[in-house]
């Protein structure tokens, strides 16, 4: 048989180098990079647990949406992650694409590969049959190991009789194994009162769901927790999506700068807005220097320790936009979390709660009078601080609702209806901003 080809970091970095220099200088750079790699190895996953009653031991970490790059993800699986989340509609169809190049060369058995169609348009069972069976097609596989409902938007949508069907028959043939649905809080299109832990709880109560992918991190523990503990009880797989805050200290001092930089008018509230930002970032400075803490990385660790920490979480799917993203989560793999971790934690949620717009929530959406998506803009808004500004603002420009520019000549109903003291009104004028460079 012929031997598997490991494509790590370093030997991916090699080769792109190579393509790019020659004669002398090819060769130092060459031996370089082996001396590099005889001292240093790359991380690899070190926990796998039981997804659920699917009874497949996953990877802790995940790789999510994002598998343009194949050799990523080879190194990916080199790695040890063998739980691959992706959609029939990521990348066009374009990360199926690619996933499937790499997986017809891997023991298809040793990957799960999560799918997702989205049922926000018109379908019947015959149209997601077909659907499915494009997925497999570009994912060159037989079957797919768990069907997902993308972002399920209602109770309803959890009992559709035309998914249901298509499941049962797409079952039978074996080309889908499991069931499942993501959710990560209200969207445009549906009624704010359908939370994520209604729609979850209600697929948990349904018993047709195997998994369920979810939105669940230390700043917002309490729209998760619950879901977590009930499927767990039920024997439902669960895997994690924005387990990470958005840093939000670097990402406050940026924005005062560079409006200040732009020398744009901004209106009163704005500029108290800013004012109090201002104060915010001063805080974060000491709250860094208090608890030694050198740059937000170790935060954004130590949010990832505290979702490995959670019994009731199976595997938490991290998006990689390059390979020294991907090689610090896969450190991550196996690790425990601390009671000082869990003390800095709780310090900044206290220290930047009301700073922190929850993903999952939209408690504030049914006060708006032009029905602004504000869960929908802050989660693109938070796809644009992942540096995947393209895509956010794409998404934001295909909102079929009104949009944030609507909210500059607004009295910010939503901000005195946020349970948590959010200064949304200025965080949507700033989300729109980035996401239409206005
Ligand atoms: S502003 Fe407040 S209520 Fe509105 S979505 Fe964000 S956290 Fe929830
Ligand atoms: S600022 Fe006004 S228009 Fe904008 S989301 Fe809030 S309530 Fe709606």
């Known amino acids: 048989m012929k031997q598997k080809k490991e494509i790590n970091r370093r030997q991916f970095m090699k080769n792109s180098s190579l393509c790019i220099m020659g ?6 750079h060459t031996k370089r990079l082996e001396k590099e790699d005889a001292t240093s190895e790359s991380p690899k996953i070190k926990e796998y647990r039981t997804l659920g009653r699917t009874g497949f031991k996953v990877s802790d970490i995940a790789a999510g949406e994002h598998h343009a790059n194949k050799a990523m993800l080879e190194a990916m699986l080199d790695a040890g992650i063998n739980y691959i989340d992706t959609a029939e ?8 694409i690619a996933i499937g190049e790499v ?6 058995k040793s990957i799960f590969i999560t799918s997702k169609l989205s049922l926000r348009k018109k379908y019947t069972k015959d149209s997601l049959i077909a659907r499915t069976r494009k ?3 570009r994912l060159q596989t037989d079957y797919i190991d ?3 409902i993308h972002a399920c938007p209602n109770v309803k949508t959890v009992k559709s009789k035309a998914f249901h069907e298509a499941m049962i028959q797409l079952k039978s043939e074996g080309r889908v194994r499991y069931v499942g649905l993501s959710n990560h809080g209200s969207n445009w299109d549906s009624d704010p009162e359908e939370s994520m832990e209604k729609v979850l709880l209600a697929a948990a109560e349904d018993g047709r769901f195997d998994v369920v992918l979810l939105a669940y991190k230390f700043m917002a523990r309490e729209m998760g927790e619950k879901v977590l503990k009930i499927c767990n009880e039920e024997r439902i797989g669960t895997t994690l999506m924005k387990t990470d805050p958005i840093s939000l200290y670097l990402e406050i001092k940026n924005s005062v700068e560079e409006t200040k930089k732009e020398g744009k008018e901004v209106s009163n509230y704005y500029k108290n807005l800013l004012s109090r930002l201002e104060k915010k970032s001063v805080a974060g400075v000491d709250f860094m220097k208090q608890f030694n803490l050198i740059n937000p990385k170790e935060i954004q660790d130590a949010a990832i320790r505290f979702a490995l920490n959670n019994p009731h979480v199976n595997t938490v799917c991290k998006t990689y936009n390059n390979f020294d993203d991907m090689e610090s989560y ?3 793999s196996g690790s425990h979390y601390s009671k000082l971790s869990e003390k800095k934690l709780a310090v900044y949620a206290q220290a930047y709660g009301n700073l922190y717009c929850r993903h999952a929530c939209g408690l504030c959406e049914p006060y708006c009078p032009n029905n602004v998506p504000v869960n929908t803009i802050m989660r693109y808004n938070h796809y644009f601080s992942q540096k995947r500004e393209k895509h956010a603002m794409l998404k934001y420009a295909n909102l079929p609702t009104k949009k944030a520019d609507i909210c500059f000549s607004c009295k910010g109903y939503c901000e005195t209806a946020c349970p948590y003291d959010v200064p949304i ?3 949507l004028i700033q989300a729109h901003r980035r996401l239409t460079i206005a």
């Open 135 to 137: 997925c497999l097609e």
């Open 23 to 28: 004669g002398p200088m090819l060769l130092s």
């Open 146 to 148: 768990c069907l997902m």
């Open 103 to 108: 997986i017809k060369k891997r023991n298809r």
């Open 330 to 332: 896969i450190k991550l």
């Open 89 to 96: 509609n990521y990348g066009n169809g374009r990360d199926e």
């Open 425 to 427: 009104h200025g965080m």
